[in-house]
Antibody, heavy 119, light 107 residues
């Protein structure tokens, strides 16, 4: 069974750092496009970042320069290192597989981990 | 970056109603358009990909159409379990972007 489980969320002060993890099972992260998506309280879904199977990486403008996506192929894990956190980064963070075919779509999602940035 | 705009932002409908949601892109995305359903406390659920292809396991009352910059999601006969928020998303280029969402609630 293909499964994603996020962890690492919590309460952090503005300016602080946090690393989110996404444990994958049933497939290898290195073979997929892996993404992070977030939802702030009362807001819609916001795409955050993607790492392609070939290693290319992209970020939303709102997190560029502060967040770093990475993966550990040996552990079959996806990560999101978040630095210089702001109140507006408070959100439920999901990892998801972006399936590649004739088009691209996110068809497997984790349940999410919550990040709260507050003093 | 490509901006996605959905309309309406919310709508009230009754069970059995036909519901249509529109999504517009600021530049052509050909058919690289997905629709997701999102309910509180759950992960988003892929409904439609490639603008019109129904994801496996999704009821046939859901359908999608469009190409280029204008797209629609239609629910032919709204069911109680369909009350949720719906998002379009473009995957034509990165950064990927979502629409702001359309909340469908009970009239």
């Amino acid at each position: 069974e293909v499964k994603l489980v996020e962890s690492g969320g919590g309460l952090v002060q503005p300016g602080g750092s946090l690393r989110l993890s996404c444990a994958a099972s049933g497939f290898t992260v290195s073979s997929k496009y892996m993404t992070w998506v977030r939802q702030a309280p009362g807001r819609g879904l916001e795409w955050v970042s993607v790492i392609y199977s070939g290693g290319a990486i992209y970020y939303a403008d709102s997190v560029k320069g502060r967040f770093t996506i990475s993966r550990d192929d040996s552990q079959n894990m996806l990560y999101l290192q978040m630095n210089n956190l702001r109140a507006e980064d408070t959100a439920l963070y999901y990892c998801a597989i972006e399936e590649v075919g004739a088009t691209f779509r996110m068809d497997v999602w984790g349940q999410g981990t919550t990040v709260i940035v507050s003093s | 970056d490509i901006q996605m705009t959905q309309s309406p932002s919310s709508l009230s409908a009754s069970v059995g109603d036909r519901v249509t949601i529109t999504c517009r892109a600021t530049q052509t995305i050909t058919y690289y358009l997905n629709w997701y359903q999102h309910k509180p406390g759950k992960a988003p659920n892929l409904l439609i990909y490639g603008a019109s292809t129904l994801q496996s396991g999704v009821p046939s009352r859901f359908s999608g159409s469009g190409y280029g910059t204008e797209f629609t999601l239609t629910i032919s006969s709204l069911q109680p379990e369909d009350f949720a928020t719906y998002y379009c998303q473009q995957t034509y280029i990165s950064p990927r972007t979502f629409g702001q969402g359309t909340t469908v609630d009970i009239k």
